[in-house]
Protein backbone atom coordinates (compact mmCIF):
# COMPACT_ATOMS: atom_id res chain seq x y z
CA UNK A 1 0.00 0.00 0.00
CA UNK A 2 1.41 3.38 -0.39
CA UNK A 3 1.69 6.32 2.66
CA UNK A 4 -1.64 7.90 2.42
CA UNK A 5 -3.46 4.37 2.94
CA UNK A 6 -0.16 3.05 5.22
CA UNK A 7 -0.64 6.10 7.23
CA UNK A 8 -4.74 5.71 6.98
CA UNK A 9 -4.02 1.80 8.18
CA UNK A 10 -1.36 2.58 11.20
CA UNK A 11 -2.94 5.64 12.60
CA UNK A 12 0.50 7.50 12.12
CA UNK A 13 0.74 10.72 9.52
CA UNK A 14 2.64 10.73 6.16
CA UNK A 15 5.80 12.44 8.28
CA UNK A 16 5.87 10.29 10.67
CA UNK A 17 6.01 7.37 8.77
CA UNK A 18 9.25 8.99 6.34
CA UNK A 19 10.54 9.79 10.00
CA UNK A 20 10.50 6.20 10.94
CA UNK A 21 12.15 5.28 7.87
CA UNK A 22 15.04 8.08 8.02
CA UNK A 23 15.28 6.35 12.10
CA UNK A 24 15.78 2.89 10.29
CA UNK A 25 12.71 1.44 12.24
CA UNK A 26 11.00 0.54 9.26
CA UNK A 27 11.78 -0.13 5.71
CA UNK A 28 8.88 0.25 3.30
CA UNK A 29 9.16 -1.45 0.22
CA UNK A 30 9.42 0.01 -3.25
CA UNK A 31 7.38 0.33 -6.44
CA UNK A 32 8.72 0.25 -10.24
CA UNK A 33 7.85 4.52 -9.79
CA UNK A 34 10.33 4.41 -6.17
CA UNK A 35 7.34 5.25 -4.56
CA UNK A 36 6.97 3.26 -1.15
CA UNK A 37 5.20 0.31 -0.71
CA UNK A 38 4.08 -0.94 2.64
CA UNK A 39 3.00 -4.01 3.62
CA UNK A 40 0.85 -5.48 6.50
CA UNK A 41 3.93 -6.58 8.66
CA UNK A 42 5.48 -3.01 8.13
CA UNK A 43 2.15 -1.38 9.37
CA UNK A 44 2.12 -3.54 12.48
CA UNK A 45 5.45 -2.73 13.03
CA UNK A 46 4.40 0.81 13.06
CA UNK A 47 1.73 0.09 15.93
CA UNK A 48 3.84 -1.12 18.08
CA UNK A 49 6.50 1.90 17.34
CA UNK A 50 3.63 4.57 17.98
CA UNK A 51 2.99 2.57 20.98
CA UNK A 52 6.19 2.38 22.62
CA UNK A 53 6.58 6.28 21.27
CA UNK A 54 3.28 6.89 23.33
CA UNK A 55 4.94 5.22 26.21
CA UNK A 56 7.62 8.07 26.44
CA UNK A 57 10.71 5.47 25.30
CA UNK A 58 13.33 7.69 23.40
CA UNK A 59 14.00 6.49 19.63
CA UNK A 60 17.28 5.48 20.34
CA UNK A 61 15.87 2.31 22.97
CA UNK A 62 12.92 1.83 20.30
CA UNK A 63 15.42 1.12 17.52
CA UNK A 64 17.48 -1.18 20.18
CA UNK A 65 14.38 -2.89 21.24
CA UNK A 66 12.54 -3.68 17.48
CA UNK A 67 14.82 -6.59 16.55
CA UNK A 68 13.46 -8.56 19.67
CA UNK A 69 9.66 -7.69 19.58
CA UNK A 70 7.15 -8.94 17.09
CA UNK A 71 4.03 -7.15 16.16
CA UNK A 72 2.26 -7.81 19.68
CA UNK A 73 5.24 -6.18 22.29
CA UNK A 74 6.94 -8.94 24.25
CA UNK A 75 8.86 -8.03 27.23
CA UNK A 76 10.85 -11.47 27.82
CA UNK A 77 12.30 -11.57 24.47
CA UNK A 78 13.93 -8.25 24.93
CA UNK A 79 17.83 -8.49 26.41
CA UNK A 80 18.29 -7.11 30.02
CA UNK A 81 20.05 -4.23 28.64
CA UNK A 82 16.98 -3.29 27.40
CA UNK A 83 14.89 -3.63 30.45
CA UNK A 84 17.98 -1.97 32.39
CA UNK A 85 17.71 1.08 30.45
CA UNK A 86 13.97 1.23 29.77
CA UNK A 87 13.67 1.04 34.01
CA UNK A 88 16.83 4.00 34.40
CA UNK A 89 14.39 5.82 32.10
CA UNK A 90 11.11 5.16 34.03
CA UNK A 91 13.02 6.16 37.38
CA UNK A 92 14.29 9.05 35.27
CA UNK A 93 10.71 10.13 34.50
CA UNK A 94 9.57 9.91 37.96
CA UNK A 95 12.40 12.12 39.19
CA UNK A 96 10.94 14.34 37.33
CA UNK A 97 7.00 13.61 38.17
CA UNK A 98 8.36 14.73 41.75
CA UNK A 99 9.94 17.65 40.82
CA UNK A 100 6.97 19.02 39.10
CA UNK A 101 4.68 17.47 41.69
CA UNK A 102 6.55 19.40 44.47
CA UNK A 103 6.74 23.02 41.98
CA UNK A 104 2.95 22.62 41.87
CA UNK A 105 2.72 22.03 45.37
CA UNK A 106 4.58 25.24 46.07
CA UNK A 107 2.71 27.30 43.14
CA UNK A 108 -1.17 25.92 45.20
CA UNK A 109 0.33 26.81 48.14
CA UNK A 110 1.60 30.56 46.92
CA UNK A 111 -1.69 30.99 45.55
CA UNK A 112 -3.71 29.93 48.58
CA UNK A 113 -2.09 32.82 50.59
CA UNK A 114 -2.23 35.18 47.27
CA UNK A 115 -6.15 34.84 47.74
CA UNK A 116 -6.33 35.20 51.55
CA UNK A 117 -4.23 38.40 51.52
CA UNK A 118 -6.74 39.61 48.99
CA UNK A 119 -10.22 39.44 51.12
Known amino acids: MRISEASRASGVSPRSLRYYEDEGLIVPGR ?3 GY ?3 CRSTIDRVRVIRSLLESGLPVRLIR ?3 PHLAAEPDVGAV ?3 FL ?3 QRYRDR ?3 RIASLSDQQAALDS ?3 DARRADR
Do not use: F, I, T
Request: one cysteine or more; charged letters at 35%; a negative charge.
Open 64 to 66: DAL
Open 31 to 33: CGN
Open 93 to 95: LAA
Open 110 to 112: YLR
Open 84 to 86: REV
Open 36 to 38: RDY
Open 79 to 81: GAE
